[in-house]
Structure formats: C-alpha cells, structure tokens
C-alpha cells in the first residue's frame, strides 16, 4: 500500500475509472492558469520564431540545419517537461497534502487510479500541444513535416515514458505541494537548458551537447530532430530515454507515499 | 455535573438494527483483539481488545495522543498492525481489504476535497466506486446539502465539509460507519446536528465506531465506550456503568443557615465524605443520601439552601481512568 503500484482498471470498475477521469479533467479546466504555460509558452515562441527571418538561415557548419529547425523539437519537448515535471506532481503533491489518497485508500478503488487518471488528462494536454505546434510550424512556417512519423511517434512515446516517472519522484521526494513545485522548477530548468531552449543544440560545445546526450529533455530533443530531418532516430538517445524510464518508474515505486 | 446531555436528547426513534438480531448469534461487527502498533520506538497503540455489537454505537475516548486514531487506522486496513487481529464482520481488513472497503464507510479526520469540485461531482465519483450505492439526491438532502450541490468544495463551511466527509462515508450504504472525531471544530449547532445524523446513522441498521475526545459527546451518543489512554483500553462499559465506577456516587452541595459540626453528617451510615468549600458544604455518600442529610440538618435546627444533586458522569471517569482532566484535551 505504501509502495507505488499502477493496476488496470477491470471492467466492472471501469466507469469509476471514467469518473476519477471526468473530475480530473473537469479540474484541469477549472484551473487553466496551471495548463496555460505549458500550452501558450511553445505556441507564442513557435510563432515569434517562426516570424523571425534570421531562424530560417542556416546555422553555419550543421549541415543546412536552421535555428527554427533546431527549435520546433526544442518546443515540442517544453509541454512535455513542463506537465511532468511540475503539472503531475504538483496536483499529486496536493492530494497527498489533503488527505484525498488517504480517503481513496480505505474505498474499494485504489488511490493509483487518480494518479492514472491525471497522467491521462496531463497526456491529452501535451499530446495536444505538441501536435498544435507541429501543425502550426509546417503550415505557416514551411517547416518540413517528419521524415519518420514512426520515429517521432517512438521518440515521443519514449520521452513520455522518461519524463513522466521523473514527476512521479519529484511528488515523492517533495512533502508539501509547494514543495513538488519548488522540486519541479529546479528539475525544469537546467533540463530545458540541456534540451536547447536557450543554446540549441547545433551551436553547443562538444562537451555540452555529450551532457546534454545523457539528459532525458536532450535525448529527447536529438530523437525528434533526427525524426523530422533525417529519418528513424539513432538508438542511443532512445536507450537514454528507455534508461530514464525504468530507473525513474524503480524509484518512483521504491519511494512514492500516499500519504 | 453532566445532566444537559439527557435533556437535550431529541424525540428521533432510536430504532435499534433489525439486521443485527437477523444475522447469527456470533455476528460482531467489530473484533479488535491485543491490537498493537508502533512507530519506530513510540508505542503508538499497546494492546486494545474490544467488540462492537451490530447495531451499536461504540465510542473510542481518550485523550489526545492515546491511541485512538491508530487504533482505527488499523481497523480500517489502513495500517498494518505489528500484532493482533482485526475483523470487520468476520473480515480482515489486510486480506479482504476488497471486501472490506464495500462494507466500511470511513470519515477521516482533517482530510479535505479538490477545491473546484463540486458537491454532486464528488459524491457521484465516490459513489461509482460501490457495489450498491446510496442515492446522491437522497443523501444530500438527508445531510443538509441538498441546496450546495451544485457549490464548489472551497466555498463550503466548516460545518458543511464535515457533512460532505460523513455523506461520503455513507455513500457505499456501509454495514459499519468508522467517524474519527467528527465534530471537532464544529460549532455547538453543527455539533448538535452531527449527533442527530449519527443517531439517524444508527437508524438504518448501520453499526457506528466513532472516535472522540468530547465526553458529552460520548455520553450522548454512544451505547458503550472503551476509554483509551496510552495504548491501551482502561475502561470498558456503558457511559453510565463507567461514570459509576468512577466515583464514590452522588453528591450534595448546600448552603448551610447556620454553623454546625462535620460530625452530624460524617456520623450517618449514608455520608462517606465531607467537604467545606467556602461557605458550602459538598457531601458524597449513597443510598437517600439527599433525604439523610436533610434529616440529620433539621435536627440541629439547620436548614439547607441552594441545595444542588449531582451524580458523576463520563468526565469523572476519563478523569479517574486516565488521570487527565478531559476539559484541558477539549481543544486541540
């Protein structure tokens, strides 16, 4: 009971499944500001930067790459970090807080069910973000679509599955919702330096870009990129992501509480 | 000296469970035997044994820190305990835990609700979640929130939430209701309220374990009551049964006309202490105490005035068992 443990809903109890859903999904829009930042950030940069000329030269040396082609992963990554890193365990947090997974446990539904239930609504929100960005970036902005659908879809799976353990941790280590949120912040920050935000990969020193290889949003990143511009990713950066998911998906077992 | 409570009982039938006397002989609802828990080196609950009659309800008391919660956590499978058994209607809460779950409506205490959700859609979730539910409009309008159903969670009273919490431990129609100090920071309206509901819980056949450090709470509501105190149940018995071993029994204060010796009431069979407390006089004895004293006063031509009776209550025993006075532990 104390350890994390994810079962799928059988039938008979499916429609609770529904209900933790609906109400999971009825507070994510009634709380719009949590969700604004991850959905408008991407959407305002991928427009200011697709405006700007200067992001459609090439970058000098990276082989016809430019600074919008460096950035549309970049971007897609940022909704993804930002819900697990801070829109998953900063709710989870909370409930923790409130007492919410302490009630849950002494009704025949297990409390897991409301931590799946809010994966799937962060999940919708994402998936949605990153499609309206991949949209917007090929249509208005010529951005070329994906060379492998098959491997941006495996890269994004496999991100997902990397990045959503490691908001899983952030709820288990942090006490307080507060606190998950401090947690998240410091764990989004020079993550999304690794991934590019402010230093696109292209540009990066040697040294930089072989952290930035070992880090979940930087792994991610080069397997998107390569998705787009040149085909299936190489596996290195999928076995990264493929790391990060069972180490996180370990610890987060080994230590999340829920209460 | 803990009259008000029987006054104050309302006309509401107090129907004792006909499920209770349908079901076999054996059919406790609650067994907890040598129950023990700790936390690391702190003892939480010792060793507390009782059982709860279908169709009681069953106060659990003690000051705070004795083991109340602990104890309930454990009966509910909410922890696991170091030692002992626990059965729900003849059902481990660790294995059956399932089971269990459908039968036993618990109200925890100090846990809360998402803020912006609304009455109705809390209720509804938590009512998916059980075989065979309560209805949410019958329930609401039984609790008082039939007109804060469509009102978020934040904007909810105090008094409000508490009924929201008891509504939703009695949404799954359980066979056994677990309240853990309900009526904490209620004011005395809503305290008066709540009792009503329990006693209204108790009317549906349903079996009632409530957790309190309110002693007139306990003497109000609960046919018997174990005293918990550090761990361990010291006392065992109806509220009545135990304020009788509290003490040595009735008391009689006055004021007397007129100075006179210890000696004329100390002397009577009746009489086994004295006590001047200012200008009155406080006599503890049984049998016709009242009318002994009276007697034995006119014959030394002194009357009685102010005359007031007491009897000892629950708060003399939690007092005598536990050695704490129950009014310091009132407010956390």
Known sequence: ???????????PKRAAFGKIVQNEARLALRRPARQLGSIAIPLVLVVLFGKLGTFHQAVPGAGGLTLFDAYVPVLMVFSLAMLALMGLPMPL????????????????????????AQGIVQLCVALATIAIVLTASIAAFGERAPVSPTGLAASIVLAIAGLFPIGLVIAAAARTAGGANVLGRVAFFPLMFFAGLWLPRALMPPALLDISNFTPLGAAVQAIQASMLQGFPPVAPLLVLAG???????????????? | ????????????????????????????????????????????????????AQGEIFGILGPNGAGKTTTVECAVGLRTPDSGTVRLLGLDPQTDRDEVHQ?????????????????????????????????????TEVLGLASKRDDFYKSLSGGQRQRLSVALALIGRPKIAVLDEMTTGLDPQARRDAWALIEGIRARGVTVLLVTHFMEEAERLCDRVALVDHGRVVALGSPASLAAQASGGKTVRFLPSA?????????????????????????TGSGELVNAVLFALAGVSVEAREVQLGSSNLDDAFLRFTGEDSSASKEN
């Open chain 1, 1 to 11: 009971m104390t350890t994390l443990s994810l079962s799928l809903p059988t039938a």
């Open chain 1, 93 to 116: 947090a909370s409930y923790r807080e409130l007492g919410v997974l302490r009630r849950l446990s002494t009704t025949p539904v297990p409390p897991s069910w409301v931590l799946a």
């Open chain 2, 1 to 52: 000296m803990g009259t008000s409570a029987i006054a104050a009982r309302p006309l509401s039938v107090r129907l004792h469970s006909p499920r209770a006397s349908a079901l076999d002989g054996s059919g406790a609802a609650v067994e907890i035997a040598q129950l023990r828990k700790t936390y690391g080196s702190l003892v939480a609950v010792d060793d507390v044994s009782f059982t709860v």
């Open chain 2, 259 to 283: 100075s006179f010796d210890d000696r004329v009431l100390t002397d009577l069979p009746e009489v086994s202490h004295v006590e001047r407390r200012g200008q009155h006089v406080v006599v």
């Open chain 1, 244 to 259: 990060y998911a069972v180490l996180f998906s370990y610890l987060a077992r080994r230590f999340f509480r829920w209460e």
């Open chain 2, 103 to 139: 039968i036993v409506g618990v109200q925890l205490q100090s846990s809360a609700q998402p803020d912006k959700l609304t009455v109705s859609e809390i209720l509804d979730m938590y009512r998916s979640f059980y075989r065979e539910p309560a209805d949410v409009t019958e329930l």
